[in-house]
Protein backbone atom coordinates (compact mmCIF):
# COMPACT_ATOMS: atom_id res chain seq x y z
CA UNK A 1 0.00 0.00 0.00
CA UNK A 2 2.69 2.42 0.24
CA UNK A 3 3.06 3.08 -3.26
CA UNK A 4 -0.72 3.08 -3.80
CA UNK A 5 -0.59 6.34 -0.61
CA UNK A 6 -1.07 9.78 -2.15
CA UNK A 7 -0.39 12.97 -0.96
CA UNK A 8 -4.42 13.20 0.53
CA UNK A 9 -3.77 9.53 2.20
CA UNK A 10 -0.77 11.65 3.75
CA UNK A 11 -2.44 14.50 5.15
CA UNK A 12 -4.94 12.45 6.44
CA UNK A 13 -2.48 10.15 8.34
CA UNK A 14 -0.87 13.23 9.47
CA UNK A 15 -4.00 14.64 11.03
CA UNK A 16 -4.64 11.39 12.69
CA UNK A 17 -1.31 10.99 14.02
CA UNK A 18 -2.20 13.74 15.68
CA UNK A 19 -5.18 13.49 17.29
CA UNK A 20 -7.01 10.10 16.20
CA UNK A 21 -10.28 10.84 18.28
CA UNK A 22 -10.76 13.82 14.81
CA UNK A 23 -13.97 13.26 13.31
CA UNK A 24 -14.50 12.10 9.77
CA UNK A 25 -16.02 15.60 9.08
CA UNK A 26 -13.18 17.36 10.69
CA UNK A 27 -10.83 15.11 8.89
CA UNK A 28 -12.93 15.68 5.97
CA UNK A 29 -12.77 19.51 6.06
CA UNK A 30 -9.24 19.70 6.37
CA UNK A 31 -8.08 17.68 3.78
CA UNK A 32 -11.00 18.79 1.03
CA UNK A 33 -13.03 15.87 0.55
CA UNK A 34 -16.46 15.13 1.19
CA UNK A 35 -17.17 12.68 4.47
CA UNK A 36 -17.67 9.65 2.85
CA UNK A 37 -14.63 9.81 0.29
CA UNK A 38 -12.73 10.48 3.56
CA UNK A 39 -14.61 7.81 5.59
CA UNK A 40 -13.63 5.08 2.48
CA UNK A 41 -9.77 6.27 2.64
CA UNK A 42 -9.34 6.15 6.52
CA UNK A 43 -11.43 2.20 5.93
CA UNK A 44 -8.79 1.52 3.31
CA UNK A 45 -5.89 2.59 5.30
CA UNK A 46 -7.25 0.38 8.26
CA UNK A 47 -7.99 -2.66 6.06
CA UNK A 48 -4.24 -2.07 4.59
CA UNK A 49 -3.10 -2.27 7.98
CA UNK A 50 -1.31 1.41 7.60
CA UNK A 51 -3.70 2.33 10.19
CA UNK A 52 -2.49 -0.17 13.32
CA UNK A 53 -4.82 0.89 15.71
CA UNK A 54 -6.34 4.05 17.36
CA UNK A 55 -4.85 4.92 20.89
CA UNK A 56 -4.49 7.57 24.04
CA UNK A 57 -1.53 8.38 24.73
CA UNK A 58 -1.25 8.39 28.57
CA UNK A 59 0.89 10.74 30.72
CA UNK A 60 3.54 8.42 32.75
CA UNK A 61 4.02 10.29 35.22
CA UNK A 62 0.68 11.31 35.95
CA UNK A 63 -0.21 7.77 36.00
CA UNK A 64 2.38 7.08 38.78
CA UNK A 65 5.52 5.39 36.41
CA UNK A 66 7.57 8.52 35.69
CA UNK A 67 11.10 7.05 35.33
CA UNK A 68 11.79 5.10 32.09
CA UNK A 69 14.90 3.46 31.64
CA UNK A 70 16.42 2.29 28.51
CA UNK A 71 17.97 -1.68 29.41
CA UNK A 72 20.51 -2.58 27.62
CA UNK A 73 20.73 -6.58 27.25
CA UNK A 74 23.89 -8.71 25.75
CA UNK A 75 23.28 -12.82 25.95
CA UNK A 76 25.16 -15.60 24.46
CA UNK A 77 22.28 -17.96 23.96
CA UNK A 78 20.22 -17.39 20.26
CA UNK A 79 19.13 -19.72 19.92
CA UNK A 80 14.90 -20.19 19.41
CA UNK A 81 14.18 -21.42 22.32
CA UNK A 82 15.76 -18.44 24.25
CA UNK A 83 14.51 -16.27 21.87
CA UNK A 84 10.98 -17.54 22.53
CA UNK A 85 11.13 -17.75 26.30
CA UNK A 86 12.66 -14.13 26.05
CA UNK A 87 10.02 -12.87 24.19
CA UNK A 88 7.57 -14.52 26.34
CA UNK A 89 8.97 -12.78 29.69
CA UNK A 90 8.48 -9.55 27.92
CA UNK A 91 5.46 -9.81 26.76
CA UNK A 92 4.52 -10.56 30.53
CA UNK A 93 6.18 -8.00 32.30
CA UNK A 94 3.71 -4.62 31.49
CA UNK A 95 6.80 -2.38 32.76
CA UNK A 96 8.52 -3.52 29.21
CA UNK A 97 6.83 -0.77 27.26
CA UNK A 98 9.19 -1.06 23.81
CA UNK A 99 11.68 -4.26 22.94
CA UNK A 100 14.11 -3.99 20.38
CA UNK A 101 16.54 -6.39 18.54
CA UNK A 102 19.84 -4.71 18.10
CA UNK A 103 23.00 -5.10 15.28
CA UNK A 104 26.37 -4.20 16.75
CA UNK A 105 27.74 -5.16 20.05
CA UNK A 106 24.13 -4.96 21.68
CA UNK A 107 21.58 -7.69 21.29
CA UNK A 108 18.27 -6.00 23.19
CA UNK A 109 17.39 -2.37 23.91
CA UNK A 110 14.15 -2.41 26.69
CA UNK A 111 12.52 0.87 27.16
CA UNK A 112 10.81 0.46 30.93
CA UNK A 113 8.91 2.15 32.78
CA UNK A 114 8.34 2.46 36.44
CA UNK A 115 7.72 4.39 39.48
CA UNK A 116 11.17 5.13 40.56
CA UNK A 117 14.53 3.22 40.84
CA UNK A 118 13.68 0.35 43.45
CA UNK A 119 10.51 -0.31 41.48
CA UNK A 120 13.14 -0.65 38.61
CA UNK A 121 14.84 -3.30 41.13
CA UNK A 122 11.81 -5.13 41.40
CA UNK A 123 11.66 -5.65 37.40
CA UNK A 124 14.85 -6.02 36.83
CA UNK A 125 14.63 -9.66 39.58
CA UNK A 126 11.77 -10.39 38.11
CA UNK A 127 13.27 -10.18 34.63
CA UNK A 128 16.66 -12.06 35.17
CA UNK A 129 14.73 -14.68 36.80
CA UNK A 130 12.70 -15.75 33.73
CA UNK A 131 15.67 -15.45 31.72
CA UNK A 132 19.86 -16.01 31.74
CA UNK A 133 21.77 -12.91 29.84
CA UNK A 134 25.54 -12.21 29.96
CA UNK A 135 25.14 -9.25 30.33
CA UNK A 136 22.39 -6.37 31.76
CA UNK A 137 23.00 -2.74 32.23
CA UNK A 138 20.41 0.25 32.82
CA UNK A 139 20.30 3.94 31.85
CA UNK A 140 17.65 6.07 33.14
CA UNK A 141 16.23 9.08 31.33
CA UNK A 142 16.45 12.66 33.12
CA UNK A 143 14.85 14.25 30.37
CA UNK A 144 12.47 13.51 27.33
CA UNK A 145 13.29 15.66 25.01
CA UNK A 146 11.52 14.50 22.06
CA UNK A 147 9.39 11.63 21.83
CA UNK A 148 6.92 10.97 19.40
CA UNK A 149 4.16 8.37 17.96
CA UNK A 150 3.88 9.61 14.70
CA UNK A 151 5.49 8.46 11.72
CA UNK A 152 7.22 10.55 8.98
CA UNK A 153 5.10 11.06 6.25
Known sequence: MA??????????LQLLQTDASLSVDDVSA???LSRNACWRR???LE?????????????AAKVGVPLM???????????????DKF???????????GAYRMTGDLDYVL????ADVPAYDAFYKRLTARISVS???????????????????
Open 3 to 12: NIIDETDRRI
Open 30 to 32: AVH
Open 42 to 44: IKA
Open 47 to 59: AAGVIRARVALVD
Open 69 to 83: AMVLIRTNAHDAQWM
Open 87 to 97: QTALRSLPEVV
Open 111 to 114: RVRV
Open 135 to 153: DISASFVMEEIKETTAVPL
